[in-house]
Each structure stands twice: as C-alpha cells, then as structure tokens.
C-alpha cells in the first residue's frame, strides 16, 4: 500500500505543473477581473457544485485537451467568410442553401470573436457581466443579424440534425449568444445556423489531407430561459454553503470514490 501511495504522490506532483487547482483572488466571483462566461452559465447548468468550487473557491475542473484540429477550422471559416465578408457578398454556402444573408460587417466583430472579449453585457439586476465570444454574424435583407456557430467532427456519415441529448448545450450556447447581442441592442433574428463540418473517414488514403462535409444546420432559439438563469446563478454564488453534487456530473462522482478509496 506504502508503493501505491509514493506512486500517487509523485503523479500528483507531476500533475501541477499543468494545472494550478487555486487562482488569485481577482479572478474569482467578485473580484476584479472575474466575468460570467458562456460555458460558465453551461457549467452552472451542468453542476452547480463544480460551477461553486470554480468561481466562488477558484479549484476548476481539470482541464480536457484541446482539440487543435477543431480550432485550425475555425480559424480557416473565419478567414473564408472573411474575405466574402469584405466585399459585402455572399458565401457559396449561403448561396446553396438559398438563405437570405450575407456575412455582417459591423465595427465590433473582431471584438466579438475574441476569445477572452466576446460579446459583453452588465446585467444590471444580478450586477453580473455577461460574456460570449461567439464564431461570426450574418445579416439578412431586413437588418437582422443571424448568430453562426461553427462545429468540427469526425464521423462515418455527416452530422445533418442536431438531434443527441450532448447537443443541447450547442443550443443553449447560441441562446446566449442571441441574447447577449439583443441586450447590446441588435435586432436579432430567433433562426440561427451551424456551420457543421464532418470530416470524412471513408477515403482511401489520407494523401496529407482531411476532406469534410459541411452542412448549414438552421436552429430557432429561445433565450428566455437566460435572465431566470443568472437570477439562480446569483443566488448560488452568493451562499456560504458549497451546493450538494449534482449526481449526474462525472467530475462529483469520481471524487467521492476517491475518497471512498483513501480512507
């Protein structure tokens, strides 16, 4: 038992030169540079232990790895939209799909895709500042803008629906996104779209290259949910008590059978 634990203390020394479990206190609910993220209000939503612990006690979640792959397609729509975007005309994709919009130019778009900026807005009744970066905006023939979001995959067959329990948070994700541009006071439109490329796994040979399907996927929206949300989300960072685990969240599971195993 002696060896078992050596072994977990050394992993465990190892491990925080990666992730630092307590940040500064200004970073953290109430202080200076703290602001309520898009994937925190998911994270809330998820668990509002884990969302307590994080931005009341500053101890986050460890970290998944990102998917660099996901943000090179990003970064290369963004580029493709952009160049229609500055000659104020339409992209093929929307084009083909017959919608009635063309890529926005607006003073604020490269702030609002920021990430760490976003999209902001003082919700003056919980005093929280709401932030969301989101992927890019069109605006169709009567003025209102259209929230885009871009997803990247790879799959036997191209994603066409987003019909599976997981993609309910890409939902909830442009709800924000339409209400953070409404309350920056945007006349904004209730259908949004997903840009969603599946990268193809049934090629031959790889030949230095990934070949995708790309899918204009339109979603109606609803933020209403939204404001009752930071009325609860206020309500939880400004209790004494940590809240009770959510017991669907994987993260409060595995802690409490580490325990039960450290004992």
Same mark, same amino acid.
């Given at each position: 038992?002696?060896?078992?634990?050596?072994? /977990?203390?050394?992993?465990?020394?190892?491990?925080?030169?990666?992730?630092?479990?307590?940040?500064?206190?200004?970073?953290?609910?109430?202080?200076?540079?703290?602001?309520?993220? *898009?994937?925190?209000?998911? +994270?809330?939503?998820?668990?509002?232990?884990?969302?307590?612990?994080?931005?009341?006690?500053?101890?986050?979640?460890?970290?998944?790895?990102?998917?660099?792959?996901?943000?090179?397609?990003?970064?290369? +729509?963004?580029?493709?939209?952009?160049?229609?975007?500055?000659?104020?005309?339409?992209?093929?994709?929307?084009?083909?799909?017959?919608?009635?919009?063309?890529?926005?130019?607006?003073?604020?778009?490269?702030?609002?895709?920021?990430?760490?900026?976003?999209?902001?807005?003082?919700?003056?009744?919980?005093?929280?500042?709401?932030?969301?970066?989101? #992927?890019?905006?069109?605006?169709? !023939?009567?003025?209102?803008?259209? /929230?885009?979001?871009?997803?990247?995959?790879?799959?036997?067959?191209? /994603?066409?629906?987003?019909?599976?329990?997981?993609?309910?948070?890409?939902?909830?994700?442009?709800?924000?996104?339409?209400?953070?541009? *409404?309350?920056?006071?945007?006349?904004?439109? #209730?259908?949004?779209?997903?840009?969603?490329?599946?990268?193809?796994?049934?090629?031959?040979?790889?030949?230095?290259?990934?070949?995708?399907?790309?899918?204009?996927?339109?979603?109606?929206?609803?933020? !209403?949910? /939204?404001?009752?949300?930071?009325? #609860?989300?206020?309500?939880?960072?400004?209790?004494?008590?940590?809240?009770?685990?959510?017991?669907?969240?994987?993260?409060?599971?595995?802690?409490? !059978?580490?325990?039960?195993?450290?004992?």
């Amino acid at each position: 038992m002696g060896k078992i634990k050596d072994k /977990v203390n050394y992993n465990i020394k190892t491990m925080t030169e990666y992730y630092k479990s307590n940040r500064g206190a200004g970073w953290n609910y109430g202080g200076n540079n703290w602001k309520l993220s *898009r994937s925190k209000i998911d +994270l809330f939503l998820e668990c509002p232990r884990c969302f307590y612990l994080d931005n009341k006690l500053g101890v986050k979640r460890v970290p998944g790895f990102p998917f660099s792959i996901n943000s090179a397609v990003d970064h290369l +729509l963004k580029q493709e939209f952009d160049a229609h975007r500055v000659k104020n005309e339409q992209h093929p994709l929307q084009k083909e799909y017959g919608i009635d919009a063309r890529p926005a130019q607006h003073v604020e778009i490269d702030e609002w895709r920021r990430n760490f900026g976003g999209v902001r807005y003082l919700h003056k009744p919980t005093g929280l500042l709401v932030t969301g970066a989101i #992927d890019d905006l069109w605006i169709d !023939s009567k003025g209102e803008y259209i /929230v885009v979001d871009y997803k990247a995959t790879a799959k036997d067959k191209a /994603v066409t629906e987003l019909d599976k329990e997981w993609q309910n948070g890409y939902k909830r994700q442009m709800e924000v996104y339409q209400w953070l541009l *409404r309350n920056n006071n945007l006349k904004v439109s #209730d259908t949004g779209y997903f840009v969603y490329c599946t990268g193809k796994m049934d090629g031959k040979a790889f030949d230095k290259k990934i070949e995708f399907d790309v899918v204009l996927i339109p979603y109606k929206g609803s933020d !209403s949910w /939204v404001e009752p949300t930071l009325f #609860d989300i206020k309500k939880c960072l400004e209790n004494k008590e940590i809240p009770q685990p959510n017991k669907n969240c994987d993260h409060c599971a595995y802690w409490y !059978s580490r325990k039960e195993f450290e004992k």
